[in-house]
């Protein structure tokens, strides 16, 4: 029988470099611990590659066979233990590295939220390539699944008993539930993961910039800084044509791209005129033209980046960065004015 | 003893050195209690949402949006921000021709703050130009807070659709003046022949 190659990206949500699979004579086994028979991702390899898949659940397969696991966990125990053994992993549910055995699951080895359509035939010269990388890491592993083997044989061996395993395949109402419950599950790791994704953001950038504005509230505040800084500023923001007067200003192309990075200066600008606001300094009203006053510079620091994120070509780049620059000049006070007249909404 | 000038002048930079760094505690500890609980759940919600639809479906959207003027600046810009969130929102440019790309910039990179007044999400390591303005409104007069957080929405809406107009019409002009006619009448062919970079299968 001729193996082919496969490549498996991450989905949407998921983790990991990608794997590239080629099956051998040893290693023929897609390994399916997803419940309810092989699971269509495993089959779907199988399929490709011209290896066998295989139900981890009711077949005990040695891992000397084994090419590759697919699982549904997003959880802590199938999650790490195949990582842990340094067997390829494929987790149908999205989901990064978590659980006790989370330092085994490395990207390398790892791959999460697969589906059907992330799985692709590899053509010859790139499975070359692969094949190479492939006999390195079984080498790696032929070491690693001595020790585990042990091990293994239990865990693989509990496994089979599980409730829901059983029930599934009986069909009727049970496998009904089976079925649903398994939704729940991919609902709850989708949540969970985008928890974690959620906290690694505030924690990588929201809490430090809370605190870089805390701090500098509070100096701003308690030297009285914050009073000159109102006296001089409120002049220009308290009355239509000074905002319009600061919008023009922070648009010239000179000084937009200098005020852009990373809204620093609009959102230091937009804390001191919310304290006036709130002190009662400035009409409310003031509040949503202000938006667009301190705002005009927005991403002009960043075109060129931007654009290219476009995939832009150099000439577009080029026209684009002097269009954008300006076209602020004038788009910046009209947005004052659009908001100054829909502020009488307010 | 506390009579001495140097005594006192200790205790006095004492007193404020503390005094300082509490007063930037509590507007520190201000701003983790009042935004962050809403953030996290949100995007926790916003996360996962994402996930749900796919990325293809948001694709689809995308390219549908693209195609006239009106959606391709209001549409467009919104879509990629809430479902890809700065900056990797302005990766959906490479669906469009070559000379509405900076006009899509200018429009989307312009949403990134008003947006954040629904959907905090969007762009969440910015979120002070809204937070910084609203937060004194909710002070002052906090029954205006949500009519303000939706004019911002809106009005912002109309000042993309304004931007991206004027840019694009700009950005002919310039193309005319520089004289690369030649150049982008090349790209448009490309793209009317189906080569849209990043779309390869």
Redesign the interface.
Known sequence: MSYQTVKIVK???GWGDGLVLTPTDERHVVLSVTGGGVHPVAAKIAELTGAEAIDGFNTHVPDEEVMAVVINCGGTARIGVYPKKRLPTIDIY?GSPTGPLAQFITPDIFVS?VGI?QISLVDEATAAAAASAAAQTQSKEGGASDQSSTTTATATQERPKTVSQTQAEKGGLMSWVVRFGNFIGYVIN??L???R???Q??LQ???P???Y???L???V???GISQVLANSVTPLASNPLGLLLLSFIVAIPVLSPILGP??AI???????????????A?P?QY??P???A??GQ??CD??P???S?????P??V???????L???M??SP??VA??YL??F?? | MGDNPVMRGISWFAE?FI???N??????????TG??PL??VM??????I???I???RVTRAIQWAGRWAVTRYTVMPFLAMLLLTN??A?????F?P??Y??????S???F???ITALFP?AN??????????????????PD?YA??AV??F??GL??IL??GI??QW??GV??KR?G?EE??KR?DEAYAEGKI??VAE
């Open positions: 989905g949407s949500g999205p939220d359509k989708t949540l993961s985008s928890g994704q959620a906290l953001i505030i950038t929201v809490l910039f809370m605190a504005v805390g701090l509230i509070g100096i505040n308690y030297t990373g809204a609009a959102q230091v600008v937009g804390v001191l005129m919310g304290t006036q606001i709130g002190a009662g400035l409310v509040a949503l202000t938006l667009f301190i705002d927005v991403g960043f075109i980046v931007g654009l994120l476009g995939e832009a070509k000439e577009t080029s026209v684009g960065v002097s269009a954008v300006f076209t602020r004038v788009t009209i947005a659009i908001a829909a502020s909404l307010l | 404020h005094g300082l760094f007063e930037s505690a509590t507007q520190f500890a201000g701003l983790v935004i962050l953030l996290m995007l926790t919600a916003m996360y996962a994402t996930t749900w796919g990325e293809e900056p990797m302005y990766t959906f440019g490479r469009l070559e000379r790309k900076p006009a899509f910039y200018d989307t990179v312009s990134c703050h008003p999400h969440a390591g910015e979120i002070f130009v809204w937070a910084g303005v609203s937060a004194g409104v909710m002070q002052a007069a205006k009519t303000l004019l911002y809106m009005v109309i000042v304004i931007r004027a840019t700009m950005t310039l193309i520089g690369h150049t982008f790209y970079q990043g």
